[in-house]
């Protein structure tokens, strides 16, 4: 996987989209047939991506004007359809209705009452979708938005910069929940980057997440800079879900479960929170409908018995050491397709990126956490 960063100047949200789009005209367009060629190989029913892409767009212009504008701009820019463009943003969505269900990504979160928190992601997706991907800075105003995602989508992994200093990151990673195909909703890719692009700090964030109609399920792992997570990470203890309906917490960090059925945010135990792929807060995972032949809880059994050894981890570099454990590169966490694997099985780690903070950056490595040492990790910042 190739990673082009793009540093776009313009504050308004229609001029940065198009420069965005302008930038990876081709790489865009290849996207757009990737994923098109792949709805129908892993058995979205004829008709259904179209129709999911095109539905999402007046949803997502009501529920958030900004982006929407954005996307707008991405589509002029590298010439192709509003429609077409969503066939990406709306992939999460469109997928839902796969039978064969992806799996994707483990989050680790440590948090500090001396020192900045410390995460870590891996992102794993089929390889053969994401030759290109993108690293984009924006310069919304007094904040700054940071994010690495597919080419020509709005956000995924990110952090910004508030206009107090303070920063604001979050991880993502997919669920599945009964609830999901019920309605057309807002891409959850879209509500990710209208958090970094509009909260002010975690509650904000959750409050953001709880507006937002939705059609398909992930978790947004949200984390604030030390500033606010400096008394003792300010967890929360108790409840450990807030309902659409409920009190907002205040937090160092928390896993925000969205699905169209609610949202729930789980707080970390002792500064420290996991999340893979199945839902965590007791309600909602009565819903839940990954595979029972899933790694997920494989893999958060993995990262759960890490914990000591991120929680003492200072850096990227160290998380990723901590991450693997001793098991190394045979790490569940490190996900390789199997030789000669079919299209639906060719799911490996892409990606491991951990998020300061502090200086609003993106420390990266292009593979699994086994491969991120000092000599191979970047920085997007």
């Known amino acids: 996987m190739q990673v082009v960063e793009l540093r776009l100047a313009d504050a308004s949200p229609r001029p940065r989209g198009r420069a965005y789009g302008a930038a990876v ?60 463009l969503m066939l990406l943003n709306a992939r999460t969505e469109i997928l839902a209705h796969a039978p064969a269900r992806p799996t994707e990504c483990s989050t680790v979160v440590a948090l500090h009452d001396d020192r900045r928190p410390q995460t870590l992601q891996t992102w794993d997706w089929n390889g053969d ?39 604001l990151g979050a991880h993502f990673n997919i669920l599945h929940h009964r609830s999901d195909r019920s309605a057309i909703g807002v891409p959850v890719h879209v509500v990710l980057r209208r958090i970094l692009d509009e909260a002010t700090g975690l509650d904000d964030a959750i409050a953001i997440a709880g507006s937002a109609p939705l059609g398909a399920s992930t978790v947004l792992t949200v984390v604030e800079g030390a500033a ?10 108790q409840p450990e879900r807030e309902r659409r309906e409920g009190t907002h917490a205040t937090a160092g960090a928390a896993s925000l479960e969205l699905s169209p059925a609610g949202v729930a945010a789980v707080a970390p135990t002792a500064g420290f929170l996991a999340h893979t792929n199945h839902y965590l807060d007791p309600a909602l995972a009565e819903g839940e409908a990954a595979r029972p032949s899933s790694t997920t ?25 901590a991450m693997c454990g001793a ?50 990790v970047r920085r997007f910042g």
């Open 297 to 321: 809880w494989r893999r958060l059994e993995h990262a759960l018995a890490q914990r000591e050894q991120i929680m003492v981890a200072t850096d990227a570099v160290a998380m990723a050491g």
């Open 327 to 376: 098991a190394g590169a045979h790490a569940p966490v490190c996900v390789v397709a199997a030789p000669g694997a079919a299209f639906a099985d060719r799911w490996s780690t892409l990606l491991t990126a951990s998020l300061d903070v502090e200086a609003a950056a993106i420390d990266w490595f292009a593979g699994p956490p086994s491969g991120l040492t000092a000599a191979t």
């Open 129 to 167: 979708l994401v030759p290109t991907a993108v690293l984009l800075e924006a310069q919304l105003g007094d904040r700054v938005v940071r994010t690495f995602t597919e080419t020509g989508m709005l956000g995924k992994i990110g952090v910004a910069q508030l206009p107090d200093g303070r920063g």
């Open 228 to 237: 606010r997570a400096a008394a003792g990470g300010r967890e929360r203890q």
């Open 25 to 84: 005209v081709a790489e865009i367009r290849d996207a757009v047939e990737r994923y098109r060629r792949a709805y129908a190989d892993l058995g979205v029913p004829a008709g259904f991506a179209e129709r999911i892409a095109a539905g999402s767009i007046d949803v997502t212009r009501a529920w958030a004007p900004e982006q929407a504008a954005e996307l707008e701009g991405i589509a002029e820019g590298a010439g192709v359809p509003l429609a077409e």
